[in-house]
């Protein structure tokens, strides 16, 4: 596609379960980001992955909190025994290189309950 | 530690008038500023940026200042427009190449 696409749109879920977000980043860029926005918040940094090179993963609040990005494209950010406070919106971005600006996805609206 | 502030959670503005939103940073390792605008139920779209060799960008109607002995910029907007109204995210790149993102601030452009 010609932008980011991020998978589900919205998941409601229970506390205690986990979940997955898929991101789609932009065919060809090698830089891919997640954020996520809390309610009233910025955006907080979680993962940056580019390239071949050992993802930045300093930004994950707890080890509750991975992700992957299989052959270099599609990123996938799992989240185990959910809280309250996992309550977010997740946005993923791709760049083509560290010089170029971000293309976000429209994010994914994560509530639990 | 908010290396990247945007003390104005909100501003409003009429329209035709100049709007001017405003950024702080801490880390002098910072090399590159963008600014992103964001509506709701919608990813940031990159509005705006400037290299640290640089002083001003000017694009249309938006024009980025950066003052790097102050470690602040700012976002000039004029004529601000009503279409303008979003959430305005100032960020910021160092060498670890991530990068951090203020607070935003609620622009709102009146009639």
Known sequence: GAGVSQSPSNKVTEKGKDVELRCDPISGHTALYWYR???????????????????DKSGLPSDRFSAERTGGSVSTLTIQRTQQE???????ASSSDR??????????????L | DQQVKQNSPSLS???????ILNCDYTNSMFDYFLWYKKYPAEGPTFLISISSIKDKNEDGRFTVFLNKSAKHLSLHIVPSQPGDSAVYFCAARGTASKLTFGTGTRLQVTL
Do not use: H, M
């Open chain 2, 13 to 19: 503005v009429q329209e035709g008038r100049i709007s």
């Open chain 1, 37 to 55: 926005q809390s309610l009233g918040q910025g955006l907080e940094f979680l993962i940056y992955f580019q390239g071949n090179s050992a993802p």
């Open chain 1, 86 to 92: 996992d309550s977010a919106v997740y946005l993923c």
């Open chain 1, 99 to 112: 010089n170029e600006k971000l293309f976000f996805g429209s994010g994914t609206q994560l509530s639990v």
